[in-house]
């Protein structure tokens, strides 16, 4: 872009991208972003010139909300065009005692190709950058009002794009700003095992769910290609590292296939591999994709496989489908559209 995009920034750099005295000024401004502030004239306690000036260098919002999807559940999608005209999703999720929590993306597309995922099925096009995920966040805020939770679900593999995500938790966690706290930021990976470990040793101590999917290796490899460069017993080592090292228990997600990953063995196998672990388990009945060869799984698939896992003393939840209405559940994102226009 040619202008500067002030919602990825600090209120220190700012300050300084933009030449600004007294230093303050980058803390007033980054509070009116954080606010919601949708143009410079809305800042008003800066100075008439200082606003011009502002208007010529900077951008409030680099992206742009192109739709707004309601489903009757709750859940809310927005559609959001980026500067270059590729499309993104984020998604706005309710839990039963009205938390609002913000799924956000942080690739355009994905370039996983998860077989199940309507996501991993458009290719990739490029990693967003930090303003552009912390808009997203700032989109969903003006939409639904104030989020309790953020969590990197949506389009793209967080792991591949580690440094704009570290940057969009400084700036959402900043106390000058919106001051989330980082237990209320988890970040979802496919296992991407380097970046286990970075995030790890490097912080920020966040919440981490692994896309696990099935730990039957064969299968896992044949859904997730991920799992040929990224193996399951090291993926193990690292999310185990990673749960010993934050302090923080890791959850599993496992999106269910009708016939696929929900058997006895299936769940012999996902005991083994979480026991001795600090984990938990949520379970996701799969979400139907137009053209893709899977089927929903049964209530009874669902309950039996529930019932399995916790026999063996494990922490389960099966999950209810939420935004399904406007595609906006769980491996259903990219549905409406993505290419550049």
Known sequence: MEKIALAGLLPDEISSQLNLAPAFRGKQIFKWISLGAESFDAMTNLSKDLRSSLEEKAVLRSSCVKQVFKDSDGTV???????DGLLIETVLLTDIEG???????CQAGCAMACA??????LGFARNLTAAEIVEQFLFLEKECGELQNIVFMGMGEPMLNLDSIRKAIAVLTNKEGRALGTKRITLSTCGIIKGIYDLADNGP????????????PDLRAALMPVTKTNPL????????YYAKKSGRRVTLEAALLAGQNTGPDSARRMIEFARGIDVNINLIPWNPIEALPFKEPSQKECEDFVNALEAAGLNVTLRRRRGAGIKGACGQLGSTKFSKE
Do not use: M, N, W
Not at 77 to 83: A, G, R, S, V, Y
Not at 116 to 121: I, L, N
Not at 205 to 216: F, G, N
């Open 77 to 83: 999608k927005l559609q959001i065009k980026t500067f």
């Open 99 to 105: 938390r609002k929590t913000a799924c956000v993306s």
């Open 116 to 121: 199940f995922c309507q996501t991993g099925h």
């Open 205 to 216: 101590k966040i919440r981490l769910a692994l896309s696990l999917t099935t730990a039957d």
């Open 233 to 240: 017993p090291e993926v193990r080592k690292a999310i185990d």
